[in-house]
């Protein structure tokens, strides 16, 4: 299958500080990316959904002022954590896919794991 | 009540074993269900996924869908040491394979004892 990757794997920041997430697409155009946030014995929720080119579009209860996201391009989507509190700690993780392939199939990073201290 | 509920496990048993995996789900509004597969410290692997009620079978895997009960389940034949990961059930009200965002169930753990 297609490979996304996802960077960092982990990261630890200070109360306050802000902490950017990569999410590339390596062997295709990824037209649409998803963000997802997964707490400890919870599962994957979907955070938000970014359209190449287009502002994401934020599911319930997620603040779009504090979680950025860009899709700047067809291989690069970024989630920033805006003043990150320890309550933001969590597994980050995104997908992709090509919406102009026939294989609609999402691919998944490896996942961020945050810790906000 | 969650929309999605899957027993976390740890589910245990030895090799060679039939293992069931199960998840139920409350919006009757999902039309595609999806079993991912996920190693430690890796993403999610899509498995297998389906859209009616039924059987859909791949190698060791079936995928089993019961709309009417709201109830999906994957079974693996000939279980293997190396099937011992994480198993995640997801469904979406649009387009199959996650091309749209995926409501998830927590995932069991599988283990396969040698």
């Known amino acids: 299958g297609a490979v996304v990757s996802q960077h960092p794997s982990w990261v630890i920041c200070k109360s306050g500080t802000s902490v950017k997430i990569e999410c590339r697409s390596l062997?295709?155009?990824?037209?649409?990316m998803f963000w997802y946030r997964q707490f400890p014995k919870q599962s994957l929720m979907l955070m938000a959904t970014?359209?190449?080119?287009?502002?994401?579009?934020?599911e319930q209860g997620v603040e779009k002022d504090k979680f950025l996201i860009n899709h700047a391009s067809l291989t690069l989507s970024t989630l920033t954590v805006t003043s990150a509190h320890p309550e933001d700690s969590s597994f980050y993780i995104c997908?992709?896919?090509?919406?102009?392939?026939?294989?609609?199939?999402?691919?998944f990073g490896q996942g961020t794991r945050l810790t906000v201290v | 009540q969650k929309e999605v509920e899957q027993d976390p496990g740890p589910l245990s048993v030895p090799e060679g074993a039939i293992v069931s995996l199960n998840c139920t789900y409350s919006?009757?509004?999902?039309?595609?269900f999806m079993w991912y597969r996920q190693y430690s410290r890796k993403g999610p692997e899509l498995l297998m996924y389906?859209?009616?009620?039924g059987n859909k079978e791949d190698g060791r895997f079936t995928a089993q869908v019961d709309k009417s009960s709201k109830y999906i389940s994957l079974f693996i034949r000939d279980s293997q040491p190396s099937d011992s990961a994480t198993y995640l059930c997801a469904m979406t009200f649009g387009s199959g394979g996650g091309a749209d965002g995926l409501t998830f169930g927590k995932g069991t753990h599988l283990i396969i004892q040698p």
């Open positions: 062997d295709f155009q990824a037209t649409t």
């Open positions: 919006n009757s509004a999902f039309q595609y």
């Open positions: 997908s992709a896919v090509d919406r102009g392939s026939v294989n609609t199939e999402a691919f």
């Open positions: 970014s359209n190449e080119g287009s502002k994401a579009t934020y």
């Open positions: 389906t859209y009616s009620s």
